[in-house]
């Protein structure tokens, strides 16, 4: 089973457990079955060989803990000793194979490397949604080497397909948009593609200044992609009035917790930046919100881990919440918006919060998966 056990660490200790608590229905449905389980997931980007730092040993050790039985460690994830432990392995019992990427065959997708792991198991199971958008050995090359065996998804990814997948091919409308983050380049294709599938794109985060430029507005010193002014231009234009922009933005000479703040509308000074939404814009924005039967929600308003820039993010994570309780369904994609919502306690107040940021950006984009195409 791939899992996704990319989890934070500070030093050996895991500092947020949610992707491995994501995996445990799954889990538990094969051991409570009598299988014998292996898993296999990345952690960090090693560079092409065992970094002490990346092992999974921590994953196995909490997951051991939520599981309330042993889990098996492997210090390796291919080679005779791993095929040892894995034969060894009894009816119920786990096995969390050593990080993958410790072999750069990994994400080369290298078919030797993926033979060496298909050699491990019978059935694949792949529950790895924020990594379902590469093909990489353990998801890809690996259900290739399995052909003619039992290849399916996990109950996690079956969960996020069913969001976004739904959401993407049979919204029930007002369908909005919210997208964030700092860089348009990022979010061009999903801008594009929801151009045609949604009501009203709400645009925030500091790739509202490339589009401001495109409207020949000032921005001052905000962080600008200057090459992707003339692309935000036509974007404009093709949405035909469906792109809301900020009305007003907080802007600061400096971006940290003690900065001074002020709201201006229109031109941003040129001796200052913007870092948030404004009051003017949030008001806006929550009407669209709230009058929505169907949210996605990816990237943040403005610099929300600084206090002084909090106020966008938070008001549009409480409109979606709101949203959520008046019968929307509402996903949040990820990334720095999951992070967000979790800060501000909402978590459990919306429909969705997918496990997947880049993946989940591509899913929106492109409807469907290559590695999850050819499972079974």
């Not at 432990?85 to 078919?111: I, Q």
């Not at 109950?155 to 860089?183: C, D, H, M, S």
């Not at 997918?354 to 989940?360: E, K, L, M, P, R």
Request: proline residues 4%.
């Amino acid at each position: 089973m791939r899992v996704d056990f990319n989890v934070p660490l500070d030093g050996a200790v895991i500092t947020d457990d949610r992707r491995i608590v994501q995996a445990l229905p799954t889990i538990k449905s094969v051991i409570e079955r009598g299988g014998k389980l292996i898993l296999m997931s990345h952690l960090g980007r090693p560079k092409g060989g065992p970094e002490a730092k990346y092992s999974l040993k921590p994953a196995a050790d909490k997951l051991s803990e939520l599981l309330g039985k042993k889990v098996g460690f492997a210090n390796d994830c291919i080679g005779p000793a791993v095929e040892k432990l894995a034969g060894d392995l009894r009816s119920g019992e786990v096995l969390l194979l050593e990080n993958l990427r410790f072999h750069k065959e990994e994400e080369k997708n290298d078919p030797v490397f993926a033979g060496q792991l298909a050699k491990l198991g019978d059935v694949y199971v792949n529950d790895a949604f924020g990594t379902a958008h590469r093909e990489h050995a353990s998801t890809f090359g690996v259900p290739q080497a399995l052909a003619g065996k039992p290849r399916v998804v996990g109950f996690l990814i079956q969960k996020e397909l069913k969001f976004l997948g739904e959401a993407v091919t049979k919204p029930v409308r007002p369908f909005v948009a919210i997208l964030g983050g700092a860089k348009v380049s990022d979010k061009i294709a999903v801008i594009e593609q929801l151009l045609g599938k949604a009501d009203t794109l709400l645009i925030g985060g500091a790739m509202a200044y490339t589009f401001f430029l495109a409207q020949g507005k000032e921005v001052g010193k905000s962080l600008v992609e200057r090459d992707r002014v003339e692309l935000a231009r036509t974007l404009l234009a093709k949405a035909g009035g469906k792109i809301k922009l900020p009305v007003d933005t907080v802007v600061s000479n400096k971006m940290t917790d003690d900065a001074v703040t002020q709201v201006v509308e229109g031109n941003i000074p040129g001796d200052l930046e913007g870092f948030d939404i404004g009051p003017k814009t949030i008001e806006l924005y929550k009407a669209e919100i709230l009058k929505s039967r169907t949210v996605i929600w990816n990237g943040p308003m403005g610099v929300f881990e600084k206090k002084p820039f909090q106020a966008g993010t938070k008001a549009v994570a409480l409109a979606v919440a709101e949203a959520t309780s008046h019968g929307a369904t509402t996903i949040i994609g990820g990334g720095d918006s999951a992070a967000a919502i979790e800060i501000f306690g909402l978590a459990d107040k919306v429909s969705h919060v997918s496990t997947g940021g880049g993946a989940s950006l591509e899913f929106l984009e492109n409807g469907h998966f290559s590695t999850l195409d050819i499972l079974d």
